[in-house]
Nanobody, 115 residues
């Protein structure tokens, strides 16, 4: 059974930082491309950042220079370091694992940026 479990969300002030983690089980983690998506209230889910099995990364324009995605294949974990957070970053953040036509999602973790 595939499980993606996110952690690290919470309430942070504008300009602050958070690090999200996503622990995967039930898959051969190292061969999967991993990603972080987010969904704000009333909006569609959007891509935030991706990291391939070869560790190539890509980011949404809105987070470039502020967010960093990384992976630790030994721990079956993908991370999202979020710096200089803005109120518009408030959303539920979802971890995604992708291999060809197989897509898996975590349950999400809430990130709220507010003073």
């Amino acid at each position: 059974q595939v499980q993606l479990v996110e952690s690290g969300g919470g309430l942070v002030q504008p300009g602050g930082s958070l690090r999200l983690s996503c622990a995967a089980s039930g898959i051969t983690f190292s061969i999967y491309d991993m990603g972080w998506y987010r969904q704000a209230p009333g909006k569609q889910r959007e891509l935030v950042a991706t990291i391939t099995s070869g560790s190539s990364t890509d980011y949404a324009e809105s987070v470039k220079g502020r967010f960093t995605i990384s992976r630790d294949n030994a721990k079956n974990t993908v991370y999202l370091q979020m710096n200089s957070l803005k109120p518009e970053d408030t959303a539920v953040y979802y971890c995604n694992a992708k291999l060809a036509t197989m897509w898996y999602w975590g349950q999400g973790t809430q990130v709220t940026v507010s003073s």
